[in-house]
């Protein structure tokens, strides 16, 4: 990775994935997005929560990340209340968001009756959509950012929800480093950026937008600088700026590294992929198919880049519709024409629809 320099903007593990970088020869440039001690316990809050949730019984129980689950845990365990929060959770529905809070709930000798593969909350909303929730009693475990709307979303089917805030995500103490590194990505001096959590990116996007170069920076992400996740849920992130981001199939800081390794020298040489028994190739803004230049106009050419993030991977209306360019991104409908103007450009083959999913590229396996 010689002569790559590399954004980071971990708070937490930073030394290690500064290390890993260096080791390969990139040039770091950290700018924390969150405070270094971002898990900020309020124990009075968190108290009262917890009296709360102890008060009636529960039917539904939704925990979302581990950290959160181990500090409510260890909190409860102080005040003498810990038997008692077992057992209140021990005797609900569980459904866990990931492996991480999987484990701080089995650790404590409670088990999950449901947990997504894809460890996004979404799918856990996804896996109770359907069911008669009236009259629930449902807990859910923040995970740092609020879940008001999920609670509100909850309620409206009918649902009794109480929302447990264990800790609150803040923002990094000095904004200094934070605003440099958002020069350098509109200045399209980075090469990539990488993101450990779902909050670093609105962190990010905030000072971005505070700075007045938020437009200019997704600009940067969407052309030129790879925004590099650890996992979906913190790619989700940045699905409302309409911003293409990497992620490794298993959400750890090595695989981020090792994609990201293998990734920019390919950026730099152009994305090469077979296609439905037809070479595609992605350089900058050009695309050429079997060698010949293809013109696409803006919407096409953000579904066909989308489509790349993770080539094969079906890709639904809705995420389509976040990367099309405002204006644009009027509804689903928009998304169905740029698919239609793709298709007659490079080939009705070279996309296929899925289902009720979205549609995906035709990748040679």
């Not at 129980?61 to 409510?72: C, D, E, Q, R, S």
């Not at 484990?103 to 593969?117: K, V």
């Not at 979303?153 to 958002?182: C, K, N, Q, W």
Request: negative net charge; glycine residues 8%.
């Amino acid at each position: 990775m010689t002569g790559y320099r590399i954004g980071v903007t971990a708070a937490r593990k930073v030394e290690e994935q500064v290390q890993l970088f260096e080791r390969r020869g990139a040039t770091v440039v950290w700018a924390p997005a969150l405070s270094l001690e971002p898990n900020q316990v309020d124990d009075a809050s968190l108290r009262a929560a917890t009296d709360e949730v102890l008060s009636r019984p529960i039917d539904l129980f939704l925990a979302t990340t581990g950290i959160g689950m181990k500090a409510w845990f260890n909190a409860a365990e102080q005040w003498g209340m810990l038997d008692q929060l077992l057992a209140a959770l021990g005797s609900a529905e569980i459904l866990a968001r990931g492996p991480k809070s999987v484990g701080a709930l089995r650790r404590r000798g409670l088990r999950e009756l449901w947990a997504p593969e894809s460890e996004e909350f979404e799918d856990v909303l996804e896996h109770l959509r359907g069911r008669d929730l009236a009259g629930q009693r449902i807990v859910v475990q923040e995970h740092g950012q609020s879940l008001s709307m999920v609670a509100h979303a909850l309620r409206r089917r009918g649902a009794d929800v109480t929302t447990v805030t264990v800790y609150r995500v803040a923002s990094a103490d000095d904004p200094e480093p934070m605003f440099h590194l958002i020069d350098e990505i509109a200045d399209r001096a980075l090469h990539a950026v990488t993101f450990t959590s779902a909050p670093a990116v609105a962190a990010l996007m905030e000072a971005a937008g505070s700075t007045g170069r938020r437009e200019e920076v997704v600009g940067a992400f969407q052309a030129d600088v790879i925004a590099s996740c650890v996992g979906p849920v913190t790619a989700a992130a940045f699905e409302m700026w309409g911003v293409p981001s990497i992620y490794p199939d298993r959400s750890r800081l090595v695989a981020m590294v090792k994609q990201l390794e293998t990734e920019l020298p390919s950026r730099a040489t152009g994305h090469s992929f077979e296609v439905a028994g037809h070479t595609l190739l992605l350089h900058g803004d050009e695309v050429l198919l079997d060698g010949v230049e293809v013109k696409l106009s803006p919407a096409p050419f953000a579904v066909l880049q989308a489509l790349l993030v993770n080539p094969g991977h079906v890709v639904s209306r809705r995420e389509l519709l976040s990367y099309l360019p405002s204006g644009i991104a009027g509804s689903e409908h928009a998304v169905e024409m740029a698919v239609a103007r793709l298709r007659a450009a490079i080939g009705t083959r070279m996309i296929q629809t899925v289902v009720k999913r979205g549609y995906r590229l035709a990748v040679s396996q």
